[in-house]
């Protein structure tokens, strides 16, 4: 019988993690190895967590996020899979995030500067300035009220010029705005 892999109980505290959706047939096998007050079930393996919750975001004192499966499933209970490598530390203090816009989809998300992806172009931020800066991007995409004040041709063409401002520099919208107009 293969012996259960336990992490230390304290080892998520102050996390950041992305999970993948992944499809309930990865669980066979696997047995429910905490159950949490709110209803998620984890299971352990020796490359990895895999939860299964009906909320992700905040997570009392971690953020873990899920990539949604494509096509996103219709179920509201979803299965996340995160290898250990993964889990990378998080407080309110220190510059750990920097954001990634999808230009297509219209979205924007944070990243953590231990993601071997990051390329050290965008600016790291704290957790409370990149909550800010995600709300004024998530407006820009969703708002068109904004953009009467600009001459354009192309408004995605003008989000994206901002966009990349509030990404790339430390400059305020309002500053962007302002230089624009």
Same mark, same amino acid.
């Given at each position: ?81 995160? %290898? #250990? ?6 407080? @309110?203090? *220190?510059? +750990?995030?920097?954001?990634?816009? !999808? ?41 068109? %009220? #904004? ?6 041709? @192309?408004? *995605?063409? +003008?989000?994206?010029?901002?966009? !990349? ?17």
């Amino acid at each position: 019988m293969e012996k259960i892999f336990r992490p230390n109980p304290n080892s998520f505290k102050n996390t950041f993690c992305v999970f993948h959706e992944v499809s309930s047939s990865s669980l066979k096998g696997l047995v429910v190895q905490y159950q949490s007050k709110s209803g998620s079930s984890y299971y352990y393996s020796k490359s990895g967590m895999y939860r299964l919750s009906n909320h992700w975001g905040r997570l009392a004192n971690s953020k873990w996020r899920l990539e949604p499966l494509e096509p996103e499933s219709e179920s509201k209970i979803k299965l996340g899979f995160a %290898s #250990w490598s993964n889990f990378y530390s998080d407080n @309110d203090v *220190d510059e +750990l995030y920097y954001l990634e816009a !999808d230009y297509i989809k219209k979205t924007v998300n944070y990243q953590h500067k231990n993601n071997p992806n990051y390329d050290k172009k965008a600016i790291l931020r704290t957790s409370f300035e990149t909550a800010k800066k995600i709300k004024q991007i998530r407006n820009l995409f969703t708002l068109t %009220s #904004w953009a009467k004040y600009f001459e354009y041709d @192309d408004l *995605d063409v +003008l989000r994206k010029q901002i966009i !990349d401002e509030l990404i790339f520099t430390n400059r305020t919208l309002e500053e962007i705005k302002r230089e624009m107009v």
